[in-house]
């Protein structure tokens, strides 16, 4: 009850607005003609609503999930100058899908339901179309770089490293970081780009640069294994949309996901499997890590880049550990181009000379 009149109050405004609007527009008034015959009975202004708000549960519980997610927390919106508020705030985001423009949002709202759907444009269940789904040309690893897995391109558009300088180029010439390089690297998030498999420094090794299956199979991409699984309560899956929980006190994955299409069929089988993949691919990892800050390259305390002269392929095993860093997947967005990324880069690491130029 409460929340009818909610809408028929609204509807009522809208509807003084726009006849106001109309006798304003007049300029001469002649006398008033007869009275017109009634007319037929207009359509329910709360007839679409209800489509949405309805009694089901069906929009509460994605507002659960979704209040329940990083994105809803809100904790990096205050990135909303130029070069950062297209990815952390709602209106940035808009700005740049509605009209190619990238601008500080003063007033910034974090990611919500109208940044990705197009809520209240036409108050019909129509609105729940999504804002974009264009392939999206990667901002990393050239114009061959492009992301195209159906509605999961709308997420591809964040999800992605950022321009880098100096990039690492294969036979480039030495170059000299300074303190204002310390944060070198793709920015957090290179998830499209892992999935892709383009981007990094392909540093030549043993191990050939191919992709895992996920990368021609799962058509949906972010999408499929993120939100199409059964959610897990409101804390994982879904509108939640990560995978990560915790689970009696222990970080749980909720791999619904893998077995929605009929990619996978043994639940057992799959979990056992990433498990195996994600250890080795964690372990190769750390290790890479730890090299780095015992050469010195990174800082141990911050993860910063130190100051000083790298050859590319130096910079570009630096770059190498920060794009799988900001992947946060340990193998599971493309477990063959990781591990390639990180056995080669260790043994180029091992083989030439750890000394700097
Ligand atoms: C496409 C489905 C859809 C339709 C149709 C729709 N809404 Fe909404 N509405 C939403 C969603 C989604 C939200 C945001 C929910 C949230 O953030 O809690 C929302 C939020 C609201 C709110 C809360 C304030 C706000 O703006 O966030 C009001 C009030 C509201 N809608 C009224 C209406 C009225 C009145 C109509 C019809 C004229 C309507 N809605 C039609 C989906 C819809
Ligand atoms: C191309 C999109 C994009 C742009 C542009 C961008 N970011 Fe981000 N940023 C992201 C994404 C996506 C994440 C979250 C990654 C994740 O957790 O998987 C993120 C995370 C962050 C975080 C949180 C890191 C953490 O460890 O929790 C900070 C801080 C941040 N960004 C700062 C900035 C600043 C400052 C700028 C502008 C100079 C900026 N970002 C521009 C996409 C972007
Ligand atoms: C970060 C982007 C994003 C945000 C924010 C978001 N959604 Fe979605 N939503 C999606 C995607 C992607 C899909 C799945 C599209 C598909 O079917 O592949 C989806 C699907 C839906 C659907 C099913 C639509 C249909 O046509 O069947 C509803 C309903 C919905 N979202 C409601 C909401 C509500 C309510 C909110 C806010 C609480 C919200 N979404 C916030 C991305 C988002
Ligand atoms: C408008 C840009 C934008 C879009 C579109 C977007 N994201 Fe995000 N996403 C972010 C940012 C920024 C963060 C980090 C927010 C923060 O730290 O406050 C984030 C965080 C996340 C996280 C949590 C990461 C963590 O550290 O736990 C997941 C999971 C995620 N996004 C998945 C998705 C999926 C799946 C889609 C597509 C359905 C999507 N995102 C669409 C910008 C976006
Ligand atoms: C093949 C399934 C699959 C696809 C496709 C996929 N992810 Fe993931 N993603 C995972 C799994 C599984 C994890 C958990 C890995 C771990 O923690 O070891 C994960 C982890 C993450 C995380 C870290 C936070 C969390 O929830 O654990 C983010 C953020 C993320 N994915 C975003 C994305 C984005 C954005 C895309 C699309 C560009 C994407 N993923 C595509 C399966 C997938």
């Not at 519980?61 to 130029?82: C, L, M, P």
């Not at 030495?174 to 892992?194: I, K, S, Y």
Request: with cysteine; proline share 5%.
């Amino acid at each position: 009850m409460k929340m009818k009149s909610v809408f028929f109050s609204i509807a009522s405004v809208v509807l003084l607005v726009s006849s106001s609007a109309l006798i304003s527009s007049c300029t001469k008034e002649g006398p008033a003609g007869p009275a017109g015959k009634d007319g037929i009975d207009g359509e329910d202004a709360t007839a679409t609503c209800v489509q949405c708000h309805d009694f089901s549960d069906d929009l509460l519980t994605k507002n659960f999930q979704y209040g329940n997610s990083v994105h809803a927390s809100g904790h990096n919106i205050d990135r909303n100058s130029e070069g950062c508020s297209q990815c952390h705030t709602s209106q940035g985001f808009r700005m740049l899908v509605d009209s190619g423009v990238m601008a500080a949002v003063a007033s910034p709202a974090p990611i919500n339901c109208r940044t990705c759907h197009k809520i209240h444009e036409t108050y019909t269940p129509a609105d729940y179309a999504l804002r974009t789904t264009a392939p999206v040309t990667m901002i990393m690893g050239g114009p061959e770089a492009t992301y195209d897995y159906g509605t999961s391109n709308l997420c591809a558009n964040c999800h992605q490293g950022r321009p880098v300088n100096p990039y690492p180029v294969q036979g480039g010439a030495p170059v000299t970081l300074t303190a204002a390089n310390a944060r070198f690297g793709p920015h957090h998030g290179t998830q499209a780009n892992m999935m892709l498999g383009e981007g990094a420094y392909e540093i030549p090794g043993s191990l050939p640069y191919s992709n895992s299956p996920h990368t021609n199979a799962v058509t949906k991409g972010c999408v499929t294994c993120h939100m199409e699984g059964n959610p897990m309560g409101i804390v994982a899956g879904g509108h939640q949309m990560g995978l990560t929980y915790i689970s009696y006190g222990a970080p749980a994955k909720l791999l619904s996901g893998c077995t929605v299409s009929g990619c996978h069929t043994d639940a057992a089988a799959i979990k056992s499997a990433f498990e195996e993949n994600r250890t080795e691919i964690m372990g190769l990892y750390a290790q890479l890590e730890e090299e780095l800050k015992t050469l010195g390259w990174i800082n141990p305390n911050t993860g910063l880049v130190v100051p000083g002269t790298y050859t590319q392929d130096q910079l570009g095993i630096i770059f190498n550990q920060k794009f799988i860093e900001a992947d946060y997947s340990n193998g599971a967005h493309n477990y063959r181009y990781t591990r390639a990324l990180l056995k080669n880069s260790l043994e180029a690491l091992a083989v030439q000379g750890k000394a700097r130029s």
